[in-house]
């Protein structure tokens, strides 16, 4: 093999690897991007939970009406 082609070879396998390692940071990207996206969905069904539950606990220094104290399911 000459010194061109064998230049040439190694050129053409550099771009490829580029090419492979773009893809490769493609789709960790997305799949992070989904993983936020879940976490940010369970983050909002978490906090809304708590509201509901504080809104239900009984605080110190507030009465609350007979039958609608804090029952655990």
């Known amino acids: 093999m000459g010194p061109e082609l064998h230049y040439q070879v190694m050129i053409n396998r550099a771009a490829e690897l580029q090419e492979e390692a773009a ?3 493609r789709a960790r990207q997305a799949q992070a991007g989904r993983k936020a996206q879940e976490r940010s969905g ?7 939970f708590g509201k509901h539950l ?3 606990v009984r ?12 029952q655990p399911p």
């Not at 369970?42 to 809304?48: E, F, I, K, S, T």
Request: no cysteine.
């Open 23 to 25: 893809a490769h940071r």
């Open 59 to 70: 605080r110190p220094g507030r009465t609350l009406p007979p039958g609608r104290a804090f």
């Open 42 to 48: 369970q983050r909002r069904l978490r906090a809304a």
């Open 54 to 56: 504080m809104r239900r």
